[in-house]
T-cell receptor, first 113, second 109 residues
Framework: DVKVTQSSRYLVKRTGEKVFLECVQD?????MFWYRQDPGLGLRLIYF???????EKGDIPEGYSVSREKKERFSLILESASTNQTSMYLC????????????FGEGSRLTVL | GQNIDQPTEMTATEGAIVQINCTYQ??????LFWYQQHAGEAPTFLSY??LDGLEEKGRFSSFLSRSKGYSYLLLKELQMKDSASYLC??????????WGAGTKLIIKP
């Protein structure tokens, strides 16, 4: 059974703290993504990666950075958390098949106080 | 700009049929996806349409008209477990996914 695992389901952080969100997939997928999901809005792409050590900015990269040192692992970093980064963060991976559908992790709900 | 529109919320009765519409305006088109997301859970893939017409998969079917920028997801014989949000997404000319805000489907007994 395919699996995308996110390190934390729920986090509460203070403004200005550094936050690490980790994501691991076991499907040998090349492509990995970080999205945030907010009520009333579609999924918004923060960053994606097509290969190890490769990263591309998505639609809302400001305030975030990423790291992909190994194929199976894609980390999202908030250098200095702010209250407007309170959100649900979803990691996904995708292969290069016909549809290239995304497989999502369970999500990490981050609250910044 | 790029835009995906779908209704915010729909209500249907157990055992009935419901159609969730999605209209899109995107820079190019390389396929349309439907995902299901139960509250507090990850979205899961339901269907992919790249050619016009109807794709059937059990109780769920998805239709696409590229000329009209329109798709629908049809759910038959509704069950309580179908209560979820349904997300429409289009892959644009750069192969990036553009997402709708989702339709929350409420099933009543």
């Amino acid at each position: 059974d395919v699996k995308v695992t996110q390190s934390s389901r729920y986090l509460v952080k203070r403004t200005g703290e550094k936050v690490f969100l980790e994501c691991v997939q076991d499907m040998d997928h090349e492509n990995m993504f970080w999205y945030r999901q907010d009520p009333g809005l579609g999924l918004r792409l923060i960053y994606f990666s097509y290969d190890v050590k490769m990263k591309e900015k998505g639609d809302i990269p400001e305030g975030y950075s990423v790291s992909r040192e190994k194929k199976e692992r894609f980390s999202l970093i908030l250098e200095s958390a702010s209250t407007n980064q309170t959100s649900m963060y979803l990691c996904a991976s995708a292969g290069t098949g016909f549809a290239g559908e995304l497989f999502f992790g369970e999500g990490s709900r981050l609250t910044v106080l | 700009g790029q835009n995906i529109d779908q209704p915010t919320e729909m209500t249907a009765t157990e055992g009935a049929i419901v159609q969730i519409n999605c209209t899109y305006q995107t820079s190019g088109f390389n396929g349309l996806f439907w995902y299901q997301q139960h509250a507090g859970e990850a979205p899961t893939f339901l269907s992919y349409n790249v050619l016009d017409g109807l794709e059937e998969k059990g109780r769920f079917s998805s239709f696409l008209s590229r000329s009209k920028g329109y798709s629908y997801l049809l759910l038959k014989e509704l069950q309580m477990k179908d209560s979820a949000s349904y997300l429409c997404a289009v892959k644009d000319s750069n192969y990036q996914l553009i997402w709708g805000a989702g339709t929350k489907l409420i099933i009543k007994p």
